[in-house]
C-alpha cells in the first residue's frame, strides 16, 4: 500500500467532487481506450481546480484491472494526474476515497473512516511540507 504522501505530492488534481454522470461525453470514449467517462462538480478544491468546476474523470472498466468506478451522487475525495482531456485517479483505486456523512473511508489508509476535516488538515499540511525546503523538513523530523 501507497503512503498518504505519495498520493498528495505527485497529485495534480485533490478535490471533493460530486459525480454528475457516470457515462459521460460517448464521442469523448469514442477517441480514448477509455469506455466511461464520469463528470464530476468539484465542490471543494485543496488543490489544481476551482470550486465549481466540472472534470471528467478518466478510468477503465473492465479492459485492464484494477478498474476505478464512480457511481452517480457519489461524494468523493479524489487524488488524480492530469491527463490530454481530464484527470485519472492516482494509483487506480487508491486515487478515490468515498465520503459519507463527512467520513472519509479508503480501505487501506482510513479503514475505520476520518473526519473530512481531517483528512483535509492532513492533505494541506503535506502540500505545506511540500513545498517547504528540503533543509527545512529535515530539521522537522
Not at 15 to 34: F, H, K, M, N, Q
Amino acid at each position: 500500500m501507497r503512503s498518504f504522501s505519495e498520493l498528495v505530492w505527485p497529485a495534480d488534481l485533490i478535490a471533493r467532487v460530486t459525480i454528475l454522470s457516470e457515462y459521460g461525453d460517448p464521442a469523448l470514449t469514442r477517441r480514448t481506450s477509455y469506455r466511461r467517462v464520469p463528470w464530476a462538480r468539484v465542490t471543494d478544491s485543496l488543490k489544481g481546480s476551482a470550486r465549481g468546476k466540472i472534470i471528467p474523470l478518466y478510468y477503465h472498466t473492465g479492459w485492464v484491472c484494477p478498474n476505478v468506478s464512480y457511481r452517480r451522487g457519489e461524494d468523493v475525495l479524489v487524488f488524480a494526474y492530469r491527463t490530454r482531456r481530464g484527470y485519472a485517479a492516482i494509483y487506480w483505486s487508491t486515487g478515490k476515497m468515498v465520503i459519507t456523512r463527512d467520513s472519509v473511508h479508503h480501505w487501506d489508509l482510513f479503514p475505520k473512516s476520518a473526519r473530512y476535516e481531517d483528512v483535509r488538515d492532513q492533505v494541506e499540511r503535506l502540500l505545506v511540507s511540500s513545498r517547504a525546503p528540503l533543509i527545512t523538513q529535515r530539521i522537522a523530523r
